[in-house]
């Protein structure tokens, strides 16, 4: 498997704040769908993960660079990479894209565990991953 597929979405009126461009707090909700997007594309829905009991995959660290205003009709594309990958956690970067040109990224550190704490990533999702991202490999 290659890159994931984007997501894509046009940003909408409830996205945007008194200023009239992208309330700041949102870039992380469209980046979490591209992240569920490219979980499911790799064989491990979150919906499922959950059901079956599996570890978790808490959220423990984001940041956020704002490069252009997105407004309200924007087109956007979400691009998310794996761009670390460790035996417990994994990272994700999300460009997105108005037009060819990237407008704003992200990052999201992302680490398995059950109420116990941490604990290795499930040897499939890890596998699946670094498919996605050979360059960590």
Known sequence: ?????????TVQLHDTDAAGVMFFAHLFRHAHDAYEGLMAEVGYPLDELIRNDEPRLPLVHAEADFLRPIRHGDRIE??????????????????????GERVASCTTKHVAATENGAVALPSGLAERLQDICPRLG
């Open 1 to 9: 498997m290659n890159s994931p597929a984007p997501h894509t979405f």
């Open 78 to 99: 979400v691009h998310a990479r794996v761009s670390d990958l460790a035996e417990r956690h994994f990272t994700l970067t999300s460009d997105f894209l108005r037009d």
